[in-house]
């Protein structure tokens, strides 16, 4: 399973939200891995700058200490995000 290096956690929010700094658009929702694949939670948002936006991500239920994840680079799936980007924009559908 391939993945995609998408951004770098930067900070955790009051709201119990992991902000990251994002190299690339990704479309929210999708489910985001450290390095080792461990599911870190979902990008539920995508603000700030078109060039160089920033990321909210909903942490996993499961991790006793989302804090830690700061200063880590995050990754999504190559497969989710084929798969959310769906048809390229300008084809048409059927015939």
């Known amino acids: 399973m391939s993945l995609r290096k998408i951004g770098h956690i930067i900070h955790y929010s009051r709201s119990k939200k992991l902000i990251a700094r994002l190299t690339m658009f990704v479309p929210p929702p999708i489910t985001v891995f450290d390095f080792k694949m461990k599911r870190i939670g979902t990008l539920v948002d995508v603000f700030g ?8 991500i909903k942490p996993e ?19 989710d995000l084929e798969r959310r980007r769906g048809r390229g924009v300008g084809e048409k559908r059927g015939k």
């Open 61 to 79: 239920p499961s991790l006793s200490n989302p804090d830690q994840y700061v200063d880590v680079d995050i990754y999504v799936r190559v497969y």
């Open 49 to 56: 700058p078109v060039d160089r936006p920033y990321g909210s």
